[in-house]
T-cell receptor, first 113, second 113 residues
């Protein structure tokens, strides 16, 4: 099946640790995105990548890092510099033939313990 | 400032009833408007997408309207079902070359038996 796969679904992080959220897509989309969702708020853009080996900061990039070494993969690392990382993280992609529709993964819950 | 505001914040209706969700935006220059349905703990799924020239678009029991002059959109749900319980997110894209996308905070709909 075509789609976006995020893993893990649930992740617990100790304070001071870095963690990496995986995002893989087989939709052949060029653009990929990472969003953060907090209760009662709209999705906020962390990082995005329009093409392999290139990515740009979004609105709330501090404390996060990404890489785009392959078209299919866009992992997000939540570093210890992110002071309030507990949230629901959504990976998304968009392709030229998708009519500007953004397709989302199933999300990853990150909790700091 | 580009903004998307949705109302009401939450809504409770009885199964079988109709409801209408509102979305007001100040995004410019306007490219398109989409409505997404997000089940709890899942990724959003696209319901409709509308461009500047479209007034109405339907997807089963979901009908979206767009008034580009007043910058308002609505999502009407007919004959609601328990499975309609979810958050409904209005998403507006600006045609700035990079397609900046702004998400509303969503309306949380609860359908009761």
């Amino acid at each position: 099946d075509g789609g976006i796969t995020q893993s893990p679904k649930y992740l617990f992080r100790k304070e001071g640790q870095n963690v990496t959220l995986s995002c893989e897509q087989n939709l052949n989309h060029d653009a990929m995105y990472w969003y953060r969702q907090d209760p009662g708020q709209g999705l906020r853009l962390i990082y995005y990548s329009q093409i392999v080996n290139d990515f740009q900061k979004g609105d709330i990039a501090e404390g996060y890092s990404v890489s785009r070494e392959k078209k299919e993969s866009f992992p997000l690392t939540v570093t210890s510099a992110q002071k309030n990382p507990t949230a629901f993280y959504l990976c998304a992609s968009r392709g030229a033939l998708s009519g500007n529709t953004i397709y989302f993964g199933e999300g990853s819950w990150l909790t700091v313990v | 400032k580009n903004q998307v505001e949705q109302s009401p914040q939450s809504l409770i209706i009885l199964e079988g009833k109709n409801c209408t969700l509102q979305c007001n935006y100040t995004v410019s220059p306007f490219s398109n408007l989409r409505w997404y349905k997000q089940d709890t703990g899942r990724g959003p799924v696209s319901l409709t997408i509308m461009t500047f020239s479209e007034n109405t678009k339907s997807n089963g029991r979901y009908t979206a309207t767009l008034d580009a002059d007043t910058k308002q959109s609505s999502l009407h749900i007919t004959a609601s079902q328990l499975s309609d319980s979810a958050s409904y997110i209005c998403v507006v894209s600006a045609n700035t070359g990079g397609f900046k996308t702004i998400f509303g905070a969503g309306t949380r709909l609860f359908v009761k038996a």
